[in-house]
């Protein structure tokens, strides 16, 4: 549970990598500014600003902006530097307003590298400063801390430089505003969303949208999207990191994403020029908040998901108001007996269903109005998503090349409502996963499950496996992630062939009861030595026969060839082996599963559920909707997922990996 602190808090730090994310109301700048033992600002060497983002250990955003997140390695700051200060500045001739009184109050939520929270603070009580330090980090007896602080500078960052000590603080106040200010006149208010009759949406957070699951049912991970700042950051999933862990020593952590390396800030989204007067805005790909055109897709899609599933919500509870103001009605003039059978009572009826049949009618015209934005925005954004994010039949795949870098999110396949059959949301989950899969062979009570043959519907769910694995080995950089295929009775031979065709596989699928036993205590191994090692900061010290990159071990035919032994290894590699880079996909029936009894339910339930025919099972507490699943398997007879793996086989080999 994270700390909520209040002015003057003090709150441990758990680990020394940390993500501060801070949000505005208008433009404003972030920095940092670094103390020694008494909290004194040496030199201009120890602020970080836009103009500056990287001395030693932080890092900070390149321009004014209404959400920031800054990155601090506190292993990576200079011996001397035992605090760090985290303050917002409202630059100067930016247009923007001139002190935080007339702002709402900053927000500063302070996360680990996994995305979990630590602490957040509310900075109340500003009037007519221009800059405050919202939280600080310090060392004491070795150990970081975090405070709450709050203080304001009616006299702007000029001030707030005075009273940290700084030498000629008001010539270094303003050589930092003259870097900022190009940065500054960029700046602007989080982006206008297109279309939706001026919907509003917010940052999805890292890990998806807010779907939980059903009883025994998959789910998406995490959260309903909240603010940008909030972590969620979403947009978009919290996930353990599937990257080797590397010594706490090896530089300053990515700002944004694991193992993703800094890119330079993008510019503002392209904007397109509305039609007539009071016509909602062309739909623009890439109109979401962001720093690169990945993560504004990745935004852009999680907030078409938030639309449909508000307009959607809104249409069935005017449905339901509609039908429950008739009933009311009805009752109403049925409750004189003596009237029943009158002609008043054949009017009231006619009403009744008349005022009904407008309310609805009204709730449609508004539904398919934001159905039409939503449909004409997914027809610009679907072209435009990257190879992660877009679907088989995609023409970006024909340009397909090896990534030198993981993507922020992947696409496992398409969400769709029953009030537009048509229009389906990109379903993208955010790397590295957090959660393993559970690919249902058996039937569900779907219509395309209960009518198609029970052997088809394995068949097909091997080739879900086989997708989605193909998926994230071609995303990820060569030798980045290895894969590990479980197949005991060699039942999904055909369904592995684009694997293991192409050379994607280091080792062949394992086969029998020995070949599973290996497999799992191999990996077992290496959960066991990882875990140990980052918590006692002794990564260096691994075996060398220890791979670091990120595995992913499919299991197919569950529970055959499977002892109790086995069993309880998968639990244990499910519930531990994300945070230590390894992650489980199950092809499986939960019927067949049975024998095993309550034992597999935990296993069952820490596993995202999706299916290899169109399911109805994602269900959505925040809206209250059940959200149709599409899987994305590849196209009959297409050669897309065999040509990408072999260019990751190609690419791996080139690299020696």
Do not use: C
């Amino acid at each position: 549970m994270a700390a909520e602190l209040v002015r003057g808090q003090n709150h441990p730090l758990p680990g020394s990598r940390l993500e501060i994310r801070v949000s505005a109301e208008g433009p404003a700048v972030a920095g940092a500014t670094l103390g020694d033992e008494a909290g004194r600002l040496r030199e201009p060497g120890w602020i970080a600003h836009p103009g500056s983002p990287r001395p030693p250990g932080v890092e900070v955003s390149r321009q004014a902006a209404a959400d920031h997140r800054i990155a601090v390695d506190l292993e990576a700051l200079p011996e001397a530097v035992h605090r760090v200060s985290v303050l917002l500045v409202l630059p100067a001739g930016a247009g923007g307003p001139l002190s935080f009184g007339t702002l709402a109050a900053p927000v500063v939520a302070v996360t680990g590298p996994d995305g979990t929270e630590v602490a957040g603070y509310t900075v109340t009580g500003l009037g007519a400063e221009s800059a405050v330090v919202a939280v600080e980090l310090y060392r004491r007896q070795g150990a970081w801390k975090i405070r709450a602080v709050g203080q304001g500078y009616a006299g702007g960052l000029a001030a707030l430089l005075e009273d940290q000590g700084l030498p000629r603080a008001r010539e270094t106040a303003a050589a930092v505003e003259e870097a900022i200010a190009p940065g500054a006149s960029r700046a602007a208010a989080p982006p206008a969303r297109a279309g939706g009759g001026g919907r509003s949406r917010r940052t999805v957070p890292a890990g998806g949208p807010g779907i939980a699951p059903e009883t025994l049912s998959g789910t998406l991970p995490d959260t309903p999207p909240e603010s940008a700042t909030a972590p969620r950051p979403a947009p978009a999933v919290p996930s353990a990191p599937s990257a080797p862990p590397t010594s706490a020593a090896s530089g300053p952590v990515d700002y944004r994403h694991p193992r993703r390396a800094p890119r330079a800030t993008a510019g503002p989204p392209p904007s397109a020029p509305s039609g007539r007067p009071g016509t909602p805005d062309r739909p623009v790909a890439g109109d979401g908040p962001g720093w690169s055109m990945e993560e504004r897709l990745y935004n852009q899609v999680w907030g078409m998901f938030e639309d449909l599933a508000r307009t959607t919500a809104a249409y069935r509870g005017a449905v339901d108001f509609a039908d429950s103001r008739m009933e009311r009605e009805l009752d109403k003039a049925l409750a004189d007996p003596r009237s029943r059978l009158g002609p008043g009572t054949d009017a009231a009826r006619a009403g009744a269903g008349k005022r009904r049949a407008e309310l609805v009618g009204r709730a449609r015209a508004a539904l398919e109005r934001d159905l039409a934005q939503l449909t004409a925005e997914s027809e610009v954004v679907e072209p435009a998503l990257p190879p992660a994010f877009a679907r088989w039949d995609s023409p970006v795949w024909d340009a397909y090349r090896v990534p030198a870098q993981a993507p922020m999110a992947v696409r496992l396949g398409d969400l769709g409502l029953p009030e537009h059959s048509g229009l389906r949301i990109p379903m993208l989950i955010r790397l590295p996963l957090e959660r393993g899969l559970w690919i249902d062979a058996g039937r569900t009570s779907s219509a395309a499950s209960l009518t198609a043959d029970p052997h088809r519907r394995r068949r097909l769910a091997g080739e879900l496996a086989t997708a989605v694995a193909g998926r994230l080995l071609a995303v990820h950089p060569a030798g980045d992630l290895t894969v590990h295929v479980l197949d005991p009775t060699g039942a999904a031979a055909s369904a592995l062939a684009p694997l293991t065709e192409s050379g994607a596989l280091r080792e062949p699928p394992a086969t029998g009861p020995q070949g599973v036993a290996r497999v799992l205590a191999g990996l077992t191994r290496r959960v066991d030595l990882v875990r140990m090692a980052v918590r006692t900061r002794a990564t260096d010290a691994l075996p060398p026969d220890v791979d670091l990159t990120g595995q992913l071990l499919i299991v197919h035919d569950f529970p055959h060839g499977f002892d109790d032994r086995a069993v309880n290894l998968l639990r244990y590699l499910a519930d531990e082996g994300p945070s230590a880079g390894v992650h489980l996909m199950m092809v499986a029936d939960r019927e067949e599963a049975r024998e095993y009894g309550p034992v597999l339910d935990p296993l069952w339930r820490s596993l995202l559920r999706i299916t290899p025919v169109p399911d109805d099972h994602l269900a959505d507490p925040w809206v209250g909707h059940a959200w149709t699943y599409e899987p994305p398997l590849v196209p009959a007879g297409s050669p897309v997922l065999s040509r990408a793996l072999g260019r990751v086989a190609e690419a791996r080999r080139r690299h020696g990996r």
